[in-house]
């Protein structure tokens, strides 16, 4: 299947939209992340597409930016998570908040999305903290400061350590004073954790 679908967006109930491109019209399912964005009925709109035929199903789900596309898509990679609760991660939060939280280790942020218990949150802590830089581009992982600022390297290194995501994130905030680089939020974390 295509991997963009461009037409004149004609329906939107969420989930749902229908799409038509030159007289066909295309049902997606969307998040509410591009639900949000959308232009209004009758205007053009462009959305990456993600097809998924099961045994018996098929299934066409829309994106107004490939990063919503690729996070839906990584996400699924989680052992025990569908398309369902990855629809629910888009719509909980943005790719940019879902990176942070990720990189964090912030369990119970996540368990605030609908679907998402403790157990699934920390399985997903775990098997996309090596990708959660990957989800953002350019300048919004700098301002996210994902593998960028000082505070998310000391995270990032507390963790190699064996500190669990929710201490490693509490640790490095708690050593963090302005001016401060990876090495000295990392010295003054364990210096703390020594007393």
């Not at 295309?26 to 959308?38: F, H, K, Q, V």
């Not at 959305?47 to 099961?54: I, S």
């Not at 990584?74 to 629809?87: C, E, F, N, P, Y």
Request: net charge neutral; proline share 3%.
């Amino acid at each position: 299947m295509i991997g963009r679908l461009k037409g004149i967006l004609i329906h939107k109930q969420p989930p749902w939209l229908v799409v038509d491109v030159h007289g066909v019209g295309y049902e997606l399912e969307a998040p509410m992340s591009t639900i949000y964005d959308l232009p209004e009925l009758g205007r053009e709109v462009v959305l990456f597409t993600h097809y998924a035929q099961k045994e018996d199903s098929v299934s066409l789900y829309g994106f107004l930016r490939e990063s919503e596309r690729r996070l839906f898509r990584d996400v699924q990679k989680v052992s025990g998570i569908g398309a369902k609760i990855a629809l629910a991660v888009l719509s909980g939060a943005s790719v940019d908040e879902f990176a942070r939280l990720i990189q964090t280790g912030d369990v119970a942020a996540l368990t605030r999305i609908p679907g998402i218990g403790k157990k699934t949150a920390e399985r997903m802590v775990v098997e996309l903290r090596d990708r959660a830089a990957d989800f953002v581009t350019g300048s919004a992982t700098a301002s996210l400061g994902i593998g960028a600022d000082a505070q998310s390297e000391a995270t990032s290194a507390l963790l190699q350590l064996g500190y669990k995501p929710v201490e490693a994130a509490r640790m490095a905030r708690d050593a963090t004073a302005a001016g401060d680089d990876a090495a000295a939020i990392i010295r003054k974390a364990l210096q703390s954790a020594l007393r």
